[in-house]
Every structure is written in structure tokens, then in C-alpha cells.
């Protein structure tokens, strides 16, 4: 049970769905685990609101954004990998909380929320794939 992600329990609960084991089992064995995330796309800097200034220090907050953003898509794809559908829930839902205080001003950019959503379809898209 624990590659289930169910850690001694019979089933995963979200809001909207509960799993059994045998689901998760079935699942599990029909899984491309092959399939990796690609490379996501970087914030192009210049893109950003010139009003501020482009300094070194908003290139730094935007190279790190994407870095820690495409480590939060890559630890997904490898939960939905495993069938660890609590943990995906998980991540995602935690993913801006912990995003550190100092790069939170960049959620209103809106070169940065282009480059979330498309991030975002290139996360899905991939976990697609390896579901089906």
C-alpha cells in the first residue's frame, strides 16, 4: 500500500473522490513510467513590467520562480507516477504556500501568470499521458 500512497490505509479521500486500493492497484499497473516532464519553457525577463525596473535582482527572483515552480511539476509527475494521488492533491494545493515570501510579488506579473498557465498545460498534459 505505501507506492499507493495510502500509507497503511485502504484509500485515498479528496473532496471530491474516494479511491479503493484494487482502483489504485489497476491504475498503477497501466502507468507509462516512462514519461518524464519536459523542460518548461523559461519567463522571458524582458517580459516583465518595465515600469520596475528590470534588475539583477528581479532576473534572480525570476530564474529562481521557475526553478522552484518546475521542481514542484517535476515532484508531481513523479506522485502521479506512483499513484500517489493524496500526495499530487497535496503539492498542489501547497505549492504557493510555501513559495517563499520574497517572490510572491511576481504572481501579479503578467508575463509570470502566462508562463504559470502555460507550465501548468505542459503539468497536466504530461500526467495525462502517463494515466493513459
Not at 522552484?68 to 503539492?91: G, M, N, P, T
Amino acid at each position: 500500500n505505501s507506492i499507493l500512497g495510502l500509507a497503511g490505509r485502504g484509500s485515498v479521500t479528496t473532496p471530491q473522490s474516494k479511491l479503493n486500493a484494487g482502483i489504485l492497484m489497476m491504475i498503477a499497473s497501466s502507468l507509462d513510467k516512462t514519461l518524464d516532464l519536459p523542460e518548461l519553457p523559461q519567463i522571458n525577463a524582458v517580459d516583465v513590467d518595465a515600469a520596475q525596473g528590470l534588475t539583477e535582482s528581479i532576473k534572480g527572483d525570476l530564474q529562481e520562480l521557475s526553478r522552484l515552480y518546475e521542481e514542484h511539476c517535476r515532484e508531481v509527475v513523479e506522485f502521479a507516477k506512483q499513484v500517489q494521488f493524496a500526495q499530487v492533491y497535496a503539492s498542489v494545493h501547497t505549492v504557493w504556500k510555501q513559495m517563499p515570501k520574497h517572490l510572491l510579488y511576481l504572481t501579479k506579473e503578467p508575463a509570470v501568470i502566462a508562463k504559470v498557465e502555460v507550465w501548468d498545460t505542459i503539468l497536466y498534459d504530461t500526467i495525462l499521458h502517463v494515466l493513459i
